[in-house]
């Protein structure tokens, strides 16, 4: 069986696509969504049963332990964590499948962003997947693992409120190779819509000057964790 993870915070608007591409990306295989709903104040939890995914419900407010408590609660042999603002289809689903089988541990895909966002994001975004990517590091939109992997590497560190998917790359690794699918995973570029380049690179170089430090708290985070939302006719767009 196939487990797909999405984790949620008050995503009524862009998770109900996200389910219907899942199961369109996984027709053909035995599979199962679950939806983890952090603290939700909004009708994700009614569209995740809508949508026939299983809810799985925290109040942390961090997205290292959506993931985790979405991997314990699984029940397949092969897991997939997929933001809920991220897209996949059939490719990601039979690459994964075919990179586990050949022998890699984990893996994850390039990024591609849906709509239209600022030129400065556009090449900035740009620079920095080359960069990432060829240091084969797994992109939190998208990662894929097998149950037993995911519980040798202790899953995602819940000390961290940003990164964990960096931490979670180089923890994996040590079990084995770590495939970047070229298929790209189509995610939201709301972030960069909705927030200025002086906040988005301020707050980024304020977290890289403090290192580990920045991570572990959520002051100085609220880039990340404000919860600020799209209108429902802007959200629309991540498929341009």
Known sequence: MLS????AYNEELELPA?????????????????????GSTDATAEIARAGGARLVSITRRQIAAARNAGGRAASGEILFFVDADTRINSEHVSGAIDALANG???GSAQVNIGGAIPTWSRISLRIFCAIYFALN???????????KNFASAGGFD?????????????AIRKLGR????SEPVLTSGRKLRMYSAREILG????????GPRAARSREGLH?????RRESPRRTGSIST
């Open 4 to 7: 797909f993870i999405v984790p």
């Open 18 to 38: 996200t389910i219907e591409a899942i199961r369109e990306a996984a027709a053909g295989h035995d599979y199962e969504i679950l939806v983890v709903d952090d």
């Open 104 to 106: 890699c541990a984990a």
């Open 137 to 147: 590091l797994g992109a939190g939109a998208f990662l894929f693992t097998t149950r």
């Open 158 to 170: 819940e000390t961290l409120f940003i990164g964990e998917e960096v931490y979670f790359s180089l």
């Open 178 to 181: 770590f495939k970047i699918l």
């Open 203 to 210: 707050n980024t170089l304020r977290v890289l000057v403090r």
């Open 223 to 227: 880039i990340w964790y404000e919860g």
